[in-house]
Nanobody
């Protein structure tokens, strides 16, 4: 059974930083693209950032220059470094990955940016 487990969320003040991590476990033969989505209350889930197995990255305009996605292929992990956080970044963040040619989601982790 393949699983994605996120960690690192929490409460942070505006302008602060958080680092989210996501670890894939189970019987894994192949991991292609990995990424992060978020969903704020009353809004649709949206892509935050993605990274291919070759390291190519893609970011939502709202987070460019503030967030950095990275992955460790040896450890089957993907991380999201979030700097200069704003209240509008408040959301549940979901890790996602294409593993063994199937799409998987993590359970989600809350990030709250508030003073």
């Amino acid at each position: 059974q393949v699983q994605l487990v996120e960690s690192g969320g929490g409460l942070v003040q505006p302008g602060g930083s958080l680092r989210l991590s996501c670890a894939a476990s189970g019987r894994i033969f192949s991991i292609n693209a990995m990424g992060w989505y978020r969903q704020a209350p009353g809004k649709e889930r949206e892509l935050v950032a993605s990274i291919t197995d070759g390291g190519d990255t893609n970011y939502a305009d709202a987070v460019k220059g503030r967030f950095t996605i990275s992955r460790d292929n040896a450890k089957n992990t993907v991380s999201l470094q979030m700097n200069s956080l704003k209240p509008e970044d408040t959301a549940v963040y979901y890790c996602t990955a294409e593993i063994n040619w199937r799409h998987y989601w993590g359970q989600g982790i809350q990030v709250t940016v508030s003073s």
